[in-house]
């Protein structure tokens, strides 16, 4: 596994909050908007579909949630998993989910 990190869900102010964090803990800011992803609602274009806060060795990672969907305090967070291999991946997945409910299968993107 190479790293854990934390993936924090917004209600259409992700940017400002991102752009919080980098003026208070300093590093990189990479932005994504959901214009950028395939079929996409217009509506959503402005938003963040993937933000990324890093530092040293840390990453934030953060997205606005599209519009139709909102996220609650308490409910706005995951937890983001980078591999070594689709075989580590596949294992840790089957792990996990046993016992538990599937909100996203394991799945390709682009």
Not at 25 to 53: F, N, Q, Y
Not at 72 to 79: I, K, L, Q, T
């Amino acid at each position: 596994m190479k790293q854990i990190n934390a993936y924090l869900s917004f209600n259409g102010n992700c940017r400002e909050a991102v752009n919080f964090y980098a003026k208070a803990l300093g590093g990189e800011v990479k932005i994504m908007t959901w214009a950028k992803a395939p079929g996409a609602p217009k509506e959503s274009a402005d938003r963040i579909m993937h933000a990324c806060l890093t530092k040293d060795e840390g990453t934030l990672m953060a997205s606005d949630m599209p519009p139709g969907k909102s996220v609650h305090a308490g409910d706005n967070f995951s937890v983001c998993i980078d591999f070594d291999s689709t075989e580590e991946q596949a294992k840790c997945f089957a792990a996990m989910s046993e016992g538990g409910e599937v909100t996203m299968p394991l799945q390709e993107t682009f």
